[in-house]
């Protein structure tokens, strides 16, 4: 599993995850865009098979697409079999909305098996990330997501947020002033 990249190298890599989402995906797409950022988004099947061309706005720019299953599963309480199926119905949709494949995983919520881990680790590098913006807890301010998410950032890290509905007040909070200290720090941003 990749939990980071390089920490020689002054690069970091933004991930977004469960879209794609309309409201959310875009402005993600319009703040990565207006500073010439890159990132990569693990999208959910059913998200690009409902809004296709919104998917196909984030491969259009250029940017990194990762499998994240078809369903938002769990592999903890998923069984073996409809796990793999459900990153193979995802994997579909791909090909079928984006004319592409993905060698790029990421498990929901962070949780496989390693017998899910091991059927899979073939085909897929499993990404995972070493800062997790934490955009998604109700309970913590977006003040501290924000200053949390720039403490850890560091040479080679793999930032996680979410571009989904649940995320789209913090997001829309944080995002902008996040990208703006990647820009001040001189990091690169870079694809997976």
């Not at 697409?65 to 949709?93: Q, W």
């Not at 934490?134 to 720039?150: E, F, N, V």
Request: aromatic share 12%; with cysteine.
């Amino acid at each position: 599993m990749l939990w980071n990249k390089c920490r020689k190298e002054n690069k970091i890599y933004l991930t977004f995850d469960d879209g794609p989402v309309p409201g959310v995906t875009d402005f993600v797409l319009e703040e990565l865009d207006k500073r010439e950022m890159k990132a990569t988004f693990f999208m959910v099947g059913d998200n690009v098979k409902k809004h296709p061309q919104l998917a196909l706005n984030v491969a259009e720019a250029g940017h990194g697409i990762g499998n994240h299953t078809f369903h938002h599963l769990n592999g903890y309480y998923a069984s073996f079999d409809n796990y793999l199926s459900d990153i193979e119905s995802c994997e579909y949709v791909f090909e079928e909305v984006l004319e592409q494949n993905s060698s790029l995983f990421r498990p929901p919520y962070g949780k496989l098996t390693k017998k899910q881990f091991e059927a899979i680790k073939s085909k897929y590098q499993v990404v995972m990330w070493d800062v997790l913006s934490g955009d998604y807890d109700q309970r913590q301010s977006p003040t501290k997501c924000l200053s949390k998410t720039k403490k850890y950032s560091r040479n080679g890290s793999i930032i996680l947020f979410h571009d989904q509905l649940k995320t789209q007040q913090v997001l829309k909070k944080i995002l902008p002033d996040y990208l703006d200290f990647v820009q001040d720090t001189g990091f690169q941003t870079a694809v997976l």
